[in-house]
């Protein structure tokens, strides 16, 4: 009887100990996840630095539409357009004369 009650106690004594490092790995997982308002405020960041390149890209790209509907090919900063409306590079058999 004295040998199943020790193996008995033995046995809980085991399970309460994983048990217990269970409940601290949980611990310590729960405790090194992102605050859900830090998480908010970093998506939030994110997502208006991303608006806001996409509407300088978008501003730049409608700069440069109008100014080749309206003919004024005046170059400006950052703007791939040359004046007579010929990008730079290869020349052309016309050219070369």
Known sequence: MKSVEDSVHSGVGSLTGAIENGIDK??????????????????????????????????????????VMLGQSVPTKGSGARPGGRKAGKKSDEDED
């Open 26 to 67: 949980i611990d310590r997982g729960v405790d090194a996840r992102p605050d859900r308002n830090e998480f908010a405020r970093v998506l939030r960041d994110s997502q208006h630095d991303s608006e806001r390149r996409i509407t300088q890209q978008l501003d730049g790209a409608l700069a440069d539409f109008a100014e």
